[in-house]
Every structure is written in structure tokens, then in C-alpha cells.
């Protein structure tokens, strides 16, 4: 999948009068600070100014590889240089390559993420993003890559954003492919993974916190006098960094009040909605029955709230229930559902300034990760007993 808000057609190296034509139309669209640079610089000039080969330049400004190894060192000593000199290529390829600031937007999503329902994150993402890109003229492209895929094989598998050349600016939602990660870092172009640590040299990882958003659920229901609690969590056995994190901040919360972990009472699923209605179903069957129930998703807590009511439970009398997400989509629910905030929109406006940050001034060459903080939302389906 692939979407953006306009399409160009790109000249290759041996373009066209009409090819020609159209890397014109695309060299006009740069911005107005960079109207004053010159066209007619030579690749011959560019070579001698930068102690290289025109074959080297060539490969470069072609993004081909004519079988010459060009270091990191060099393509950066050639592109300064062309920066300096005020050089812009015809192929609009070439100059977001020369002046990555100029380059479009693009979000990377994973082949086979649910946006909706089962991923409502990645939906919240999407929209924020979208908003948050500042220039009219360079919008947010969306596009899918295969998490399983090995880009460095060749040219063709990439992404088409990537492979197109028009984007400098990429934020990447979805679990980590490292051949992705470092086939970026070869063309020198940063990255802003989205919920996920990638430990890759160039890239930022903005995360949740979401062993800190589980304990102050948990911790939530302690203080207002709950013991028993029911957890919906994850698959059985998973290693998704999220739900080891998750049950991480439940384990917290129940030391911090001394009290210990019913295993009986952790719950294994989805985290869909229908994982919701199975655990209620299990949970009310057992003898003392929870008072209160913490799921690891906004979904599976919609799920307990509506098989409670359709078994005549009320909410939040006789069961407390909170989610986790904060999920507008489940805002029309009675009793409206208390939850903690994880924050999406937040994620991708900072994700946004981050990578535009790091395309003007360069990105560090260690991989970074940033926590956001996440925030409880009480409205009306938690009460004290």
C-alpha cells in the first residue's frame, strides 16, 4: 500500500527531452530559499572541488552503484561541497538526496497492521502526523514494508517511498525489519521508529511507557479500595516487548501494596474485544469473584464492560473496569470507560519536529529512545468500594 497527495514522474539518468522537462517541474517545487542556487555547475567542477572521480559523483546524484563503492565520508564530503558550491541536479531525486530538508514525508507501517479496531494506535498516529507536517507541499506519504523482507537483496524490494527518492523524512510504525534500518542509514537518511526500540545508529525511538501505564491502572484500583482484581493481558507465553512491559507494571503495583499476584486471576487473549467477553465469562465463574478488572487494551476492556451488562452486572456498582489506550472510537460506551492515556497523537507531532529536526542538523550516530509519559483518564466506569 501506498498513499500520497500527488504523484511525479521522476527522469532517469538518461532522460528524456520530456524527462528533462518533468525534473524541471519537480526542481521548481523546491523552496524559495533555495531559488538563488545554480544549475549550470558541472559534474567535472563538483569532482575537482571534492577530490573524487566523476564516476563517483555520478553514482551518488544517480543513487546507482556503476560498481564503485562511495564511503559514508565521501558522499557527505561530495554533497557539502555541492551544497556549498550551490549545485542542483535536474532529477528531483538527486536533490532530495543534496538537500534532504526539501524531501516529502513518509510513514512506514507494517505489512498486515490492523488500522482500526485491533490497532487503533496506528489510526491515531496516522491523523496526527498528517496534521502535523508543516509544509503544505511536502505531504505525508503512507506506505507498507514487510517486516520480514531482506531489503538489502536490491533496489526493487524497497518501499516505494524509499525507492522513489522523493522522502528524507521517515517515521516507521510497526516491528523492527534492522535490513529497513540500515538501508537508510547507507543512503544517509535518519529515521523516527514509533512505539518500538530499534537499537540501529542514526535512528530515534519515541516509546510507551507501558509498564508505567499498567502499575498506575492497577495502582488506581488499589486506592480505591480493590484487592481482587482480574487482569486481562496478552497471548500466552508472548515476547512482544509491549505485554512484558505491561505485566511488569502489574507485578510493581502489587508489591508496592504488599499483596500478591493471583495467577488464576491473569487472563490470556487477544486483547480484542471478543477476548474481553471470554474474560469476563472466566473470571465471574470462579468464587470470589474480582471487584475490579485491569485490560491491556481499550478493546478488551469494551469487551468486559459489555458481556458484564449483558449478564446483568452493573458498571461500575458491582465491577470497576479500566482500559488502556484511550481510545476515541470507544467514547460512546455507558458507562464511558476509564482508561490510561497512551499518548499516539502526541508520538507522532513529536515524531514529526523530531525528524525534521534531525534531516536539518544531522542525526546523532547513536541510537537514541525516548519514554513518553502516559496519563490516567477517570471517567465513569471505576468507583470506589
Not at 55 to 71: E, F, P
Request: proline share 6%; glycine share 8%; hydrophobic share 40%.
Amino acid at each position: 500500500m501506498t498513499v500520497t497527495s500527488r504523484k511525479m514522474n521522476l527522469p532517469n539518468e538518461d532522460e528524456s527531452s520530456h524527462g528533462r522537462a518533468d525534473a524541471e517541474s519537480g526542481a521548481s517545487k523546491i523552496p524559495k530559499q533555495l531559488g538563488g542556487l545554480q544549475k549550470t555547475i558541472t559534474m567535472a567542477q563538483i569532482a575537482k572541488a571534492a577530490g573524487v572521480s566523476q564516476g563517483a559523483i555520478s553514482s551518488l546524484l544517480n543513487d546507482r552503484d556503476y560498481g564503485i563503492r562511495v564511503s559514508e565520508k565521501t558522499r557527505d564530503r561530495v554533497f557539502k561541497v555541492c551544497r556549498e558550491m550551490g549545485y542542483i541536479p535536474n532529477d528531483l531525486r538527486a536533490v532530495v538526496r543534496m538537500y534532504p530538508e526539501v524531501g516529502d514525508f513518509c510513514l512506514l507501517i507494517a505489512s498486515g497492521c490492523d488500522i482500526g479496531a485491533r490497532d487503533p494506535l496506528a489510526f491515531r498516529m496516522i491523523g496526527a502526523a498528517m496534521g502535523a507536517v508543516p509544509d503544505g507541499a511536502h505531504p505525508l506519504t503512507l506506505a507498507n514494508y514487510d517486516v520480514t523482507a531482506d531489503y538489502r537483496v536490491g533496489h526493487a524490494m524497497l518501499p516505494q517511498p524509499l525507492r522513489s527518492g522523493v522522502c528524507s523524512k521517515f517515521l516507521i510504525y510497526g516491528p523492527p525489519n534492522l535490513s529497513l534500518y540500515e538501508t537508510l542509514a547507507e543512503r544517509g537518511i535518519p529515521a523516527v521508529s514509533l512505539g518500538h526500540e530499534v537499537a540501529a545508529p542514526g535512528v530515534l525511538s519515541l516509546l510507551f511507557d507501558y509498564s508505567q501505564a499498567s502499575r498506575m491502572a492497577v495502582s488506581h484500583l488499589f486506592q480505591l479500595g480493590h484487592q481482587r482484581l482480574g487482569i486481562v493481558s496478552g497471548p500466552f507465553g508472548s515476547t512482544d516487548p509491549k505485554i512484558l512491559d505491561f505485566n511488569r507494571g502489574v507485578l510493581l503495583a502489587h508489591e508496592a501494596q504488599h499483596l500478591p499476584i493471583e495467577g488464576q486471576n491473569i487472563i490470556q487473549g487477544d486483547l480484542s474485544i471478543r477476548a474481553g467477553h471470554a474474560a469476563f465469562d472466566e473470571l465471574f465463574s470462579r468464587n470470589p469473584r474480582p471487584t475490579a478488572i485491569f485490560c491491556m487494551s481499550d478493546a478488551a476492556a469494551i469487551g468486559v464492560l459489555f458481556q458484564a451488562q449483558a449478564r446483568g452486572i452493573k458498571v461500575p456498582e458491582e465491577l470497576s473496569i479500566i482500559g488502556c489506550s484511550d481510545d476515541p472510537n470507544f467514547l460512546w460506551t455507558t458507562p464511558q470507560l476509564t482508561t490510561v492515556h497512551l499518548p499516539a497523537e502526541e508520538m507522532a507531532e513529536l515524531a514529526v519536529a523530531e525528524i525534521s529536526r534531525m534531516v536539518g542538523e544531522g542525526a546523532a550516530p547513536d541510537a537514541r529512545k525516548t519514554f513518553l509519559p502516559t496519563r490516567l483518564v477517570e471517567r465513569g466506569s471505576c468507583i470506589a468500594i
